[in-house]
């Protein structure tokens, strides 16, 4: 069965302090994205990769940054939280065909909500 | 860039039908997706559409318009169970996917 996991729930962190959320697919997926979510915003895109070591800066890249070390796993970096980053992460993967061809359904995890005090 | 219409909430009652409407501009569009989500949970895929016109899948359909950058979703014999925010979402390059804000259907009995 496919799964897309996060490591954390929920988190609770101050301001100015690094955060680490990370993200875990078992599908040998090429394509991973992080996302976050804000009633009144949607799902807006924070960073992708589309193989091992490489990234792409989405919509709203500042603040965070991105590390794909290995194929199954990416990980989204807050240096130093701000307040304005409180909101749900949601992590996501998909099988790439080729550029003309979008590769299919996103896999999401099931979220991490992270509060910054 | 992404520009993506859809409206903020529908209501409808079980055993009905509901359209649910989309327009994009998206540069580099490969196909469209339809995603669902319900309230507390991540977003699970419902729909693709590739080329033009309507894919039916149960009691769910979704057409496709690329032309006119159109798409909807239709659902039929609405359950409560169908109560949930329906994301739009167009396609591109490395199958990138940008959302729409997504639409909020309530059913009512």
């Known amino acids: 069965d496919v799964k897309v996991t996060q490591s954390s729930r929920y988190l609770v962190k101050r301001t100015g302090e690094k955060v680490f959320l990370e993200c875990v697919q078992d599908m040998d997926h090429e394509n991973m994205f992080w996302y976050r979510q804000d009633p009144g915003l949607g799902l807006r895109l924070i960073y992708f990769?589309?193989?091992?070591?490489?990234?792409e800066k989405g919509d709203i890249p500042e603040g965070y940054s991105v590390s794909r070390e290995k194929k199954e796993r990416f990980s989204l970096i807050l240096e130093s939280a701000s307040t304005n980053q409180t909101s749900m992460y949601l992590c996501?993967?998909?099988?790439?065909?080729?550029?003309?061809?979008?590769?299919?359904?996103?896999?999401f995890g099931e979220g991490s909500r992270l509060t910054v005090l | 860039g992404q520009n993506i219409d859809q409206p903020t909430e529908m209501t409808a009652t079980e055993g009905a039908i509901v359209q649910i409407n989309c327009t994009y501009q998206?540069?580099?569009?490969?196909?469209l997706f339809w995603y669902q989500q319900h309230a507390g949970e991540a977003p699970t895929f419902l729909s693709y559409n590739v080329l033009d016109g309507l894919e039916e899948k149960g009691r769910f359909s979704s057409f496709l318009s690329r032309s006119k950058g159109y798409s909807y979703l239709l659902l039929k014999e609405l359950q409560m169970k169908d109560s949930a925010s329906y994301l739009c979402?167009?396609?591109?390059?490395?199958?990138?996917?940008?959302f729409g804000k997504g639409t909020m259907l309530l059913v009512s009995p």
């Open positions: 998206t540069s580099g569009f490969n196909g």
């Open positions: 979402a167009p396609g591109s390059g490395y199958s990138t996917l940008t």
């Open positions: 990769s589309y193989d091992v070591k490489m990234k």
């Open positions: 996501a993967s998909s099988l790439s065909i080729n550029r003309e061809q979008s590769g299919g359904e996103l896999f």
